[in-house]
Each structure stands twice: as structure tokens, then as C-alpha cells.
Nanobody, 125 residues
Framework: QLQLVESGGGLAQPGGSLRLSCAAS????????IGWFRQAPGKEREGVSC????????NYADSVKGRFTISRDNAKNTVYLQMNSLKPEDTAVYYC??????????????????WGQGTQVTVSS
């Protein structure tokens, strides 16, 4: 059974950076697309970014394009989300999720079968 654990969240100042990690256990990530999602208090869950199983396909929400970068290291069974130029509106609980597929990735959370427990990101001065 695939299990995902997020880490790297915390408090950052506006304009600062954080790098989130999504570490997998129980199965290799080689066959899974990985998505990052976030949910702020009182708001619906939002797709942030996703990456295909080989890393060749990526997708970003308009709100994070040019600021966030998703990457993966299949040898380490880990996916990363580098977040730069953080804004207060990036404050949310961030989740990673896995979707077994051969090609591409989906921004829709409903297709992802496996989810981590989330990590809090707070952007505030």
C-alpha cells in the first residue's frame, strides 16, 4: 500500500521560499503521477501543480506559475515542490497525492487515489 508523507512546511515571510517534500513508502513512485494540492481555511481544495511519472510532464495553476517548481527524484521515491516569492495567499495546508498512470498528470484531485496527511504553510510577516 502506497503511503505518502509531506514535510517542509512552516512559516515564511512574504517573498521567501520553502521546499516541500513528498516521500513515498510501500511502493515505488515510478508508475505514479504526483499532484500537489492546497486548502486554505474556508476555501475549497485547489490544485497547485502535478508531474508525470517520468517527470517529463508538468502542470501549474495560474496562481503559482513562475513561482513554484515541481520536480521528482524517483531514485529517492520523493517529489518536491519548490516555492519561491511566497505570498500571504499561498497560506494553506499542502497535500501531495498519487495517481497511477502511464502518461501525464491531472490537475483534478478526484482522480488521485493516495493522499498524504498534509503540511501547513503559513506566509506572514
Amino acid at each position: 500500500q502506497l503511503q505518502l508523507v509531506e514535510s517542509g512546511g512552516g512559516l515564511a515571510q512574504p517573498g521567501g521560499s520553502l521546499r516541500l517534500s513528498c516521500a513515498a513508502s510501500g511502493s515505488t513512485l515510478d508508475y505514479y503521477a504526483i499532484g500537489w494540492f492546497r486548502q486554505a481555511p474556508g476555501k475549497e481544495r485547489e490544485g497547485v501543480s502535478c508531474i508525470g511519472s517520468t517527470g517529463g510532464n508538468t502542470n501549474y495553476a495560474d496562481s503559482v506559475k513562475g513561482r513554484f517548481t515541481i520536480s521528482r527524484d524517483n531514485a529517492k521515491n520523493t517529489v518536491y515542490l519548490q516555492m519561491n516569492s511566497l505570498k500571504p495567499e499561498d497560506t494553506a495546508v499542502y497535500y501531495c497525492a498519487a495517481d497511477r498512470r502511464n502518461y501525464g498528470c491531472s490537475p483534478r484531485g478526484g482522480v488521485y487515489a493516495y493522499w498524504g496527511q498534509g503540511t501547513q504553510v503559513t506566509v506572514s510577516s
